[in-house]
């Protein structure tokens, strides 16, 4: 087997994605196993790390045992040894990365959103298939152990027709004034790119698409729940995007469905995330860690509301989690940003199909533009393919 090395340049290699899911969880792994077999080849990722903090890029460097590192960008785009481009720094500098990245004749490969709009994704597929390049978009949550026990009950035709489903995601995120923030500024300002649409929409999209069809049209609400906070220098800003989200989904199927994400609820529900599905043959709920499900033998005859004298215990004699049975492992757990590493790899040196190019990653940003045009207008949006 013949070693060939890959040159990746690692662009916002200090932020806290680049360098833990994607350095420390995926790339660093597969350089230390020896590399990744494509066909009779192995192939070593050669890394170069892009940041812009010296000091923070030989901690990462050393840490992952990675050998080059620079906070000059433009003489890493002109050097050869590199032909791949990973663009993971702040949002809203994407489009520009990317773009010059496309110039100097890169593949690329790229954090969501992979662009601040439609129109400007669709402009850049332009140019990246014009040059003949190679692209992809990170849509790491499709890699997700438990929502792939969710995939394989939905193909095994566990479900029947489903009939709706239900994500909800989120947590408390602090404003910083009595307890730090637990997430950067930038997440809560229009000029950092941040905002919750844009910032997970492009997940769900994917998910709900691949694992339910195409969505048809959405109506989507957005507020902000928490209208000033303190940034990392301790100063107070004004908060000029949401951070609460509710849409409705309609699937070209007919089945409708909800999608709950906010930076201001306290967890009470299985998971920092769940997906429910229903279905007229069974339900299943994936959280992060665990999948359950319930077939139509096991659904309990509900007649409806008894409270009778145990009202006031807040108890009736019920738990309805009795009726769910775990939906047991099926594969090995790998880190879902590897599994992505690995397909736009193996599709860079052998041409090998990759679900998650830019073009979904244009249609993970569409979801999230329709549901802004939504909650802005208060009206449906169709989401129509391009
Ligand atoms: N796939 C996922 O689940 C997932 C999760 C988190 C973040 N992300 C995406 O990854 C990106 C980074 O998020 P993060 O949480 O790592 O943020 P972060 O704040 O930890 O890191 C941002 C990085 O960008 C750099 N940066 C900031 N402004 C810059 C500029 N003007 N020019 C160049 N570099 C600049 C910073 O130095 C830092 O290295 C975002 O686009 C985010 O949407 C994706």
Known sequence: MATKELGIILHGATGRICSTQHLHNALAPICTEGGLPVG????????????????????????????NWTTDLDAALADPDYPVFFEAAATHQRLATLGKAITAGKHIYTE??????VAEGLDLLADVETAGLKHGAVEDKLYLPVFQKLSGLIESGFFGRIVG??????????????????????????????????????HWRYVIENMLGPIRQVAATAWTAQPERIDEAGAAYAVDVEDSTTTLIELENGAFGTILSSWAT???????????VDGTEGSAVAGLRRCWAQSAADTPM?????????????????????????????????????????????????????????????????????????????????????
């Open 40 to 67: 009779d080849d192995m192939i070593v990722p050669r890394l170069l790390l892009v940041g812009r903090n010296d000091r923070r890029l030989a901690e990462i460097a050393t840490a992952n045992q990675v050998a």
């Open 112 to 117: 969501k959103p992979v662009a601040p709009t």
């Open 165 to 202: 489903f239900r994500l909800e995601f989120g947590w408390w995120v602090f404003d910083g004034k009595g307890v730090e923030s637990q997430r950067p500024s930038w997440n809560y300002k229009s000029t950092g790119g941040g905002g919750l649409l844009s910032d997970m929409h492009p």
């Open 266 to 276: 306290r967890v009470r529900r299985d998971d920092l995330v769940t997906f429910h």
């Open 302 to 386: 509900v007649r409806g509301f008894d409270l009778g004298a145990e009202a006031n215990t807040g108890k009736d004699g019920t738990d309805y989690l009795d009726d769910w049975r775990e939906v047991p492992e099926t594969v090995a757990y790998k880190n879902p940003y590897r599994v992505g590493w690995e397909g736009f790899i193996r599709h860079i040196v052998a041409d090998a199909p990759f679900v998650s190019d830019l073009r979904a990653g244009i249609r993970d940003v569409q979801l999230a533009e329709a549901c802004s045009q939504s909650a802005e207008e208060r009206a449906w949006v169709p989401l129509p393919q391009h």
